[in-house]
C-alpha cells in the first residue's frame, strides 16, 4: 500500500507539504484571476467613457452648427436676438439632442453669461426637464465661458461619486464675432473605478 501511495507522490513530499504547495497554487491561480477580472472591467470603463466623449464632442459641435445655420436664415435684426431667444433655443437643443440618449444641452450667452436653451430631451422622468442641474451649473458656465474666451472647443471631466460627468462647449458666431457657447453634459452613472465594482460585486454575493 506504501508503494502505491509512493508511486502517487514521485517527489516524495509529505502530505502537509502538498496541501501547503496546492494551497500556494491556488493562491496564484486566484490572484491572477482578480487582476485579469480588474483590467478587464479597467478597459471597460476606459471604452465606455471614450465612447461617451466622442458623443459628447460630435453633438456639442453639431448644436453649435445647426444654431449658426439657422441663424444665417432669419433677417438681420432676429439673428442678432437669436440668442436672446429662449423658445428658439431650446427648439434648437431638443432638436439636436434628441437622438442622443442621456445629453442635455443648451446655449451661454456671453454678453451677460446667462445660461439659455436648456434642453434634456431624453430625460426618463414623469414631464419635460427644463431645469439646468444646480450643482453642475457652476462647470457648466465654466466651460461655456472658456469657449468663448478662447474661441475654441472647451471640456471638463468630473468625477461624482460613483458617476463620471463629461461637458463640452463649443464657440457660436454672429458675424464672425464670437457671441456665446453651445454645451453639452453626460453623466455616465455607475461608471466606478474597477476596485469600487469588485468590491460591490464582493458585498452583493
Given at each position: 500500500m506504501s508503494?502505491?501511495?509512493?508511486?502517487?507522490n514521485p517527489l516524495g513530499?509529505?502530505?502537509?507539504?502538498?496541501?501547503?504547495?496546492?494551497?500556494g497554487l491556488l493562491l496564484v491561480v486566484v490572484g491572477a484571476a482578480g487582476w485579469f477580472s480588474v483590467a478587464s472591467l479597467r478597459e471597460s470603463q476606459a471604452a465606455r467613457a471614450a465612447d461617451a466623449a466622442s458623443t459628447v464632442e460630435r453633438m456639442t459641435r453639431d448644436l453649435a452648427e445647426r444654431f449658426e445655420y439657422l441663424q444665417r436664415s432669419l433677417?438681420?435684426?432676429?439673428?442678432?436676438?437669436?440668442?436672446?431667444?429662449?423658445?428658439?433655443?431650446?427648439?434648437?437643443t431638443v432638436a439636436t439632442l434628441f437622438a442622443a440618449p442621456g445629453l442635455e444641452g443648451?446655449?451661454?450667452?456671453?454678453e451677460d453669461g446667462q445660461l439659455l436653451g436648456y434642453a434634456y430631451p431624453t430625460y426618463r422622468g414623469s414631464g419635460p426637464k427644463t431645469d439646468i442641474p444646480a450643482?453642475?451649473?457652476?462647470?457648466?458656465?465654466d466651460t461655456a465661458r472658456r469657449a468663448v474666451m478662447t474661441g475654441a472647443a472647451a471640456?471638463?471631466?468630473?468625477?461624482?461619486?460613483?458617476?463620471?460627468?463629461?461637458?463640452r462647449a463649443e464657440p457660436v458666431r454672429h458675424d464672425g464675432a464670437v457671441v456665446g457657447s453651445a454645451w453639452v453634459m453626460q453623466r455616465l452613472q455607475g461608471a466606478q473605478t474597477p476596485e469600487q465594482r469588485l468590491r460591490a460585486l464582493g458585498t452583493q454575493a
Open positions: 508503494g502505491a501511495l509512493h508511486g502517487m513530499w509529505s502530505l502537509r507539504r502538498q496541501i501547503a504547495v496546492l494551497g433677417d438681420a435684426e432676429r439673428a442678432r436676438q437669436a440668442l436672446a431667444d429662449e423658445d428658439l433655443l431650446r427648439s434648437v443648451g446655449f451661454f450667452r456671453a450643482a453642475e451649473r457652476p462647470t457648466i458656465t471640456g471638463q471631466r468630473i468625477v461624482a461619486g460613483p458617476d463620471l460627468l463629461l461637458f
